[in-house]
């Protein structure tokens, strides 16, 4: 079963859309999600926006297939978007793709207080509990492609970045400072003086 981009719900309670299935559509065939959605409606990535981490510039394309497997929801995704980030060596603004293929596991929450020590599988290291009847995938979506924005952007990996002299971009050629100075992690040694 293929759901387009109209089925994201609007929820009265938060004001906000969310992306959701109905977890009783999901039974011998999987069900299938495709939408392409503006940034505004992931409250995380418009946040990420508002502080300057970065720009996202285009809307986030979803793939999702989501599938019963035993007693839980598999769900395999791909997300993705473009962003505008701001070199961390040569202070460039640059444009990247941003995306993220996963799978995720659902498990309905029984309410049961978990063991203190109990040995996890590797599947139940990304299952997450949903409640209800509906499993919203809002906050996974975001998340994988916040986990995707790299900490220290980079233009290039060879990015020479500025000259620590005059502060001119070296990408665009030599400045013709001279950046062979002297070292001065020594230099409170340079008086030293030992008497024999």
């Known amino acids: 079963m293929r759901y387009p981009y109209t089925k994201r719900l609007w929820t009265a309670a938060s004001g906000a859309l969310q992306l959701k299935i109905k977890v009783d559509e999901i039974k011998v065939k999987p069900v299938i999600v495709s939408a392409e959605e503006p940034v505004c409606d992931y409250p995380a990535l418009a946040s990420a926006c508002d502080s300057g981490e970065c720009e996202f510039t285009a809307p986030v394309k979803i793939d999702l297939t989501a599938a019963r497997e035993y007693d839980?929801?598999?769900?395999?995704?791909?997300?993705?978007?473009?962003?505008?980030?701001?070199?961390?060596?040569c202070l460039e603004v640059y444009e990247t793709?941003?995306?993220?293929?996963?799978?995720l596991f659902y498990n309905k929450d029984s309410g049961a207080p978990l063991d203190d020590e109990i040995e996890l599988r590797e599947e139940e290291l990304s299952t997450i509990s949903y409640h209800?009847?509906?499993i919203d995938f809002t906050s996974e979506l975001e998340d994988q492609l916040l986990m995707e924005v790299p900490f220290k952007p980079l233009c290039k990996e060879e990015c020479k970045g500025l000259c620590g002299t005059c502060g001119a971009n070296l990408n665009e050629g030599d400045c013709g400072c001279s950046r062979g100075g002297p070292d001065f992690r020594f230099g409170a040694l340079k008086d030293f003086k030992i008497n024999k």
Do not use: K, N, P, Q
Not at 72 to 82: A, F, K, P
């Open 72 to 89: 839980h929801i598999r769900v395999d995704g791909h997300v993705e978007t473009t962003a505008r980030l701001r070199c961390s060596r």
């Open 132 to 134: 209800g009847d509906y």
């Open 97 to 103: 793709r941003i995306a993220s293929s996963f799978s």
